[in-house]
């Protein structure tokens, strides 16, 4: 519990910023890798560095000829940071160290984010911003003026973004929280941007899906009379297929909303302040940046609508063929209850004709009784015969009658 606690305590201070005075100059790279692939990645920076690099850290800070390199790992990402000294050539933008080329050109497919930050002080740099060779650039005071920020989103020809911070009065604290907000702004942009791909390619596959599901409305709606199993193993394989798009797409897309705040709390932590005529950094990247945001929680929510949509017309499916059933169900018991009929009315009428044939029996029985005696030279008279036959075979025919009910009842 001890462990866990202090752990947890210490997530406060977990990823600190790189802390530096400038001028300098700041290369920052995010990488698509997880797991094993970014312990291949600081393996090969350690054989080109030859520093000791612990894979198991969250993140470690090391120096080498000069340059501190500081790697984080992220859940989805990996980042590499690389400080060293900057050149006095405005034009010349600099690169990274000679001994990481390798690295770079290696993991170069995996590179989502690639930026280089110039660190200027108010006394050194070239004193306008088109010296550093940005084309329409946005600009923005921020730390409550003490700095100046500017970039032209622009990729150069290393497929970087340019960043120039020009420091008026930042300590090296704030320097170095300022430019780790500034690589977060670009690294959580562009992970954002990942799933803008996945919904173009999902808005063609559900524009298809609406089509299906429309016509399958409409037939709902017109064709009553047809029978509903074929519409609805249609519809349910529709509502599988919307499943699976929603299954593919919900962690990409809730990620997308996850950076995307990330990236909103990072330029208000800018603090940002007009500068001339320029447009501000945060309003420059909003402005592109929140369409694409909204396009993809768009069709994030344009699938859970369909999702939505073909649940209730399987639902309405589905009662239309239970009302089926149970018209069906009411016709059976109808056909029983006509035929259990018959059968009473059969019964009755043999009960009867079987109390008409016992009472034969009986009459049978009693007159042959007689006639037995008449042959002992037994003389009954005709009215006293007739007095002791008919009551006792009532009394028989009764006696039947009632064990008939009785077994009816039970």
Not at 190 to 209: C, G, I, N, V
Not at 382 to 402: G, R, T
Request: net charge neutral; glycine share 4%.
């Amino acid at each position: 519990m001890h462990a866990q606690h202090a752990a947890l305590h210490n997530e406060l201070h977990a990823r600190p910023p790189l802390y530096f005075e400038g001028p300098a100059c700041l290369h920052h790279y995010a990488f698509t890798l997880e797991g094993d692939n970014v312990t291949t990645l600081l393996n090969r920076l350690a054989e080109v560095t030859d520093i000791t690099i612990t894979p198991d850290q969250v993140q470690q800070i090391v120096s080498c000829q000069g340059c501190l390199i500081k790697w984080e790992r992220h859940t989805e990402f990996f980042t590499l940071t690389i400080k060293h000294d900057n050149n006095s050539n405005p034009r010349l933008w600099p690169t990274p160290p000679t001994f990481l080329a390798r690295v770079l050109a290696e993991f170069a497919e995996q590179i989502i984010s690639a930026s280089v930050l110039r660190v200027e002080t108010a006394h050194r740099w070239a004193g306008s911003v088109d010296a550093y060779g940005l084309d329409q650039p946005a600009g923005s005071q921020v730390g409550g003026g003490d700095a100046t920020v500017w970039s032209d989103f622009n990729l150069d020809d290393q497929q970087r973004n340019r960043l120039l911070l020009v420091n008026d009065s930042l300590d090296s604290y704030r320097l170095g929280r300022m430019a780790r907000r500034l690589f977060d702004i670009e690294t959580y942009r562009m992970m954002a941007m990942l799933a803008l791909p996945e919904a173009k390619a999902l808005s063609r596959e559900l524009q298809h899906y609406e089509m299906e599901l429309s016509a399958l409305s409409h037939q709902h709606a017109e064709q009553h009379t047809s029978p509903a199993e074929p519409l609805l193993n249609a519809l349910t394989l529709l509502s599988a297929k919307l499943e699976r798009c929603a299954v593919q797409t919900r962690q990409r897309f809730s990620a997308t909303d996850a950076y995307a705040n990330l990236v909103l709390a990072r330029i208000d932590e800018l603090r940002e302040e007009r500068l001339g005529n320029y447009p501000r950094l945060g309003t420059f990247i909003l402005r592109r940046f929140e369409p694409a945001v909204r396009y993809c929680d768009a069709m994030n929510r344009r699938v859970e609508t369909l999702a939505t949509s073909a649940t209730r017309l399987n639902d309405l499916l589905r009662t239309r063929t239970q009302v089926e059933i149970e018209r069906q169900n009411y016709k059976i018991l109808q056909s029983l209850d006509a035929r259990a009929s018959s059968q009473l009315k059969i019964q009755k009428a043999v009960e009867g004709l079987s109390i008409i044939v016992i009472s034969y029996y009986i009459f049978s029985l009693m007159k042959l009784g007689l006639e037995s005696l008449s042959a002992l030279s037994v003389d009954i008279e005709p009215n006293v015969a007739a007095s002791i036959i008919a009551p006792l075979s009532a009394l028989i025919i009764a006696i039947l009658i009632w064990r008939i009910w009785k077994v009816k009842k039970h």
